[in-house]
C-alpha cells in the first residue's frame, strides 16, 4: 500500500503513561501498521518507557506536556514530508502536518468528572487541534458525530477506527474470590462506580461480591470508596491478571454515564463473560443486543439485569462476530485508506 509519500513519525508520550484503554488502543495501531509494512519512526522523551515491543527514539530535556508541546515540534519540523500520527486525545498545537486521535470528548460535558485544571486544558486544547489537523481518528460513530457538532469538523475529515483486541493471556495464579463481579476504572467518576456501590444489597442478595479496579489518577475528580466485607478492592493489576480476573467472573457491571467506545465490554465478551451495562447511545450502536442492560440511576432495572444473567451464556456466534468486526488489522487498514488521501 502507497503511504511512504510522507515520513509516518508517531507521537510515543503515551509510553510514558501507565497503561490503559487509551494507551493500548496505541499499541495495537502501532503493531497493526506495522505488520502492514508502513516505515514509522516512534519519538518519545528520554527516561523510562512502558515498552519492550517498538523500537523507539527518545529526545529532548523534558517530559510530560513541554516535551509535547515544545520539544517534539521541534523535532518533527527538522525532519523532511513528515506527518506526525498522534494517537491518544492529544497533539502539538504547534504542527500543522499531523493527525489526531480523539476518543471521545467527555471533558466538554457538563459534569465533575475531571480536575478543574485537565478540563480547561482539553476544552482549550482539543479544539484547537482538532480543527489543525489534517485527519481526525475516533472510534465509534458516536464520537464522530460528538466531533462533528461540537467543533464544526466536515465529516469527510473523520475516519472511525475502532479498537480490537490483544491475544489473552491469562493468569492461573489468580486468587480464587468465589462468586463475584468486576467493576472497572472505580476511580474515574464518569465510570460510575458509586452507583453499584450504592446499591450493594442487590448483589450481597444474590450472593455475588464485587472485585473493584482502579488506581488513581490527578486528571479525575477524587471519589471516595466505601469500605464493605462484599467488595475487594486491587489497585493494581497486570494484563494477565486482568483477563483472568474478567474470565471468571460471573459478569463485569460497566455503568458508565458517558463512553466513546467501551473497550473492557468489547473484552469481556470475548472472554465468554456476560456483561451487564448502562443503556446508553454507544454501546447501543458497539454491541447491540449482547449485554444486559439496565436504566441508568434505576435500582429495580439493576436488579432486572443482574437477575437476568441466570444460566445465560454468550452464544459463540455473538462472540466470534464481536472479534472479527472490531481487529486491529481492520482498523490500521482504514487509517491507512485515510492517510493516502492526504500523504
Not at 486528571?219 to 494484563?239: A, D, G, M, R, V
Request: charged share 25%; with cysteine.
Amino acid at each position: 500500500m502507497e503511504t511512504q509519500a510522507k515520513k509516518l513519525i508517531i507521537n510515543g508520550r503515551f509510553l510514558t503513561q501507565s497503561t490503559g484503554g487509551v494507551q493500548n488502543y496505541a499499541r495495537g495501531i502501532i503493531k497493526a501498521l506495522r505488520n502492514e509494512g508502513i516505515s514509522i519512526e516512534i519519538v518519545v522523551p528520554k527516561g523510562n518507557h512502558h515498552t519492550t515491543d517498538f523500537h523507539v527514539k527518545p529526545i529532548g530535556l523534558f517530559r510530560g506536556f513541554i516535551w509535547e508541546q515544545i520539544v517534539l515540534p521541534l523535532y518533527v519540523r527538522k525532519r523532511e514530508n513528515y506527518l506526525l500520527l498522534n494517537l491518544c486525545n492529544s497533539a502539538p498545537l504547534l504542527i500543522k502536518n499531523k493527525v489526531v486521535t480523539i476518543h471521545d470528548l467527555a471533558f466538554e460535558e457538563k459534569n465533575n468528572w475531571f480536575s478543574p485544571s485537565f478540563k480547561r486544558w482539553y476544552k482549550f486544547l482539543i479544539p484547537r487541534i482538532c480543527k489543525k489537523s489534517k485527519l481526525i481518528i475516533t472510534v465509534s460513530e458516536f464520537s464522530k458525530r460528538k466531533i462533528r457538532e461540537k467543533y464544526g469538523i466536515a465529516e469527510s475529515k473523520i475516519v472511525v477506527a475502532p479498537p480490537g483486541i490483544s491475544e489473552f493471556t491469562l493468569d492461573s495464579d489468580v486468587p480464587d474470590y468465589g462468586n463475584y463481579v468486576l467493576l472497572t476504572g472505580i476511580n474515574n467518576p464518569r465510570k460510575n462506580a458509586q452507583f453499584v456501590f450504592n446499591n450493594l444489597e442487590l448483589l450481597k442478595q444474590r450472593g455475588l461480591k464485587v472485585v473493584a479496579l482502579g488506581g488513581n489518577n490527578s486528571h479525575f475528580k477524587k471519589e471516595s470508596l466505601p469500605k464493605n466485607e462484599f467488595i475487594i478492592y486491587l489497585n493494581s493489576t497486570s494484563f494477565t491478571e486482568y483477563y483472568s480476573l474478567l474470565k471468571n467472573a460471573r459478569a463485569l457491571i460497566y455503568p458508565s454515564f458517558y463512553e466513546g467506545f467501551g473497550i473492557p465490554v468489547l473484552e469481556s465478551i470475548c472472554l465468554g463473560t456476560p456483561v451487564i451495562v448502562s443503556d446508553i447511545e454507544v454501546f447501543r450502536e458497539v454491541f447491540g443486543e449482547i449485554p444486559h442492560y439496565f436504566e441508568l440511576g434505576n435500582k429495580d432495572s439493576l436488579a432486572q439485569a443482574i437477575d437476568s444473567l441466570k444460566d445465560k451464556k454468550l452464544p459463540d456466534k455473538d462472540i466470534t462476530n464481536l472479534k472479527n468486526k472490531f481487529t486491529f488489522e481492520s482498523s490500521a487498514k482504514r487509517i491507512l485508506n485515510a492517510l493516502n488521501n492526504i500523504m
